[in-house]
């Protein structure tokens, strides 16, 4: 599953790759329409796209929006198991390939996705809060939005959650999921059912300083590659030799201090050291 560092590199690599002044010269969509939500057919996709430009690629919170030389946007929402590849034309396609982007220059741009998440929509700026209210009321960005510790902190005042539900909710911060929150809680040494209000001062910078760096670090390495997440060459991340915990059960955490424990919490695997607390 990709994360806030694995779309954050996604993003940063397509900006580079795509943000060009080549046209769009053609969009195919091999799978089914339900990676084109709201569209009537794969041709009103095509045609929305085709002989236009994009002129950069940003992020807001784990979307990807692709700016157009119109007023409009391309919003990517690449779910639990979507991802971007780039391509020549002459590169076999995979099966799990949803939507090409053939380009007048440069090859092109292909959705993959083995599941059924990944959506592409093509909207005007005036639409988008109305189709992605929730993107209104995101959190704590530790790419975008940095902030003081003692801001964090007070972000954290009469909150009831355990920590681990806050590091999972998008409203709190962005873009963590099983995996990162697994290795911030373990950065921190600090056990999931911690209550979010209780922590001392000490422990409100330690846990801030693990998202940042937990974060930051993983961009440095291009991310993970468990799950089989690749990037838009490709590629796997090499974050993977740095997890501490996440999907190591009964091995040594690498620091050598505990042995890797797991519990599941509503239906998820977590993974921590019997230190946390």
């Known amino acids: 599953m990709a ?5 954050e ?6 900006d580079k790759e795509v943000a060009t002044p080549r046209k769009i010269k053609s969009v195919d969509v091999p799978g089914t329409k339900k990676a084109l939500p709201a569209m009537r057919s794969k041709q009103q996709f095509a045609d929305l796209l085709v002989d236009k430009r994009i002129t950069s690629v940003s ?3 784990t979307l990807m929006l692709f700016h157009l030389d119109t007023e409009e946007i391309m919003v990517a929402n690449l779910g639990a198991t979507g991802s971007f590849r780039r391509a020549t034309s002459r590169m076999p396609q995979d099966p799990d390939t949803k939507v090409v982007m053939t380009f007048t220059k440069g090859g092109q741009l292909r959705l993959l996705d083995s599941g059924d998440e990944a959506t592409l929509r093509v909207l005007s ?5 109305k189709i992605y209210p929730e993107q209104v009321d995101l959190g704590f960005d530790p790419v975008d939005m940095p902030m003081p510790w003692t801001d964090f902190a007070l ?3 009469g909150r009831s959650d355990s920590i681990r539900d806050l590091l999972l909710d998008q409203t709190f911060v962005v873009g963590l999921g099983p995996m990162y929150s697994d290795e911030v809680l373990h950065a921190a040494r600090l056990s999931h059912a911690r209550v979010a209000s209780e922590l001392n001062t000490q422990e409100v910078r330690r846990l801030y300083r ?12 291009r991310g993970s590659g468990t799950s089989g997440h690749l990037d838009i060459f490709g590629k796997s991340g090499g974050f993977d030799p740095y997890l501490e915990v996440f999907g190591r059960a009964g091995e040594r955490c690498r620091n050598g201090r505990g042995d890797v424990l797991t519990t599941v919490i509503r239906g998820v695997t977590h993974h921590y ?3 946390q607390v």
Do not use: F
């Not at 590199?9 to 397509?14: E, N, P, T």
């Open 9 to 14: 590199i996604a993003k940063r690599d397509l």
């Open 59 to 61: 992020r807001q919170g």
């Open 125 to 129: 700026w005036s639409r988008y809060d």
């Open 155 to 157: 972000m954290l005042r």
């Open 273 to 275: 050291c019997d230190y």
């Open 3 to 7: 994360e806030l560092p694995e779309i």
């Open 210 to 221: 693990a998202i940042v760096e937990t974060i930051h670090n993983s961009i440095k390495y």
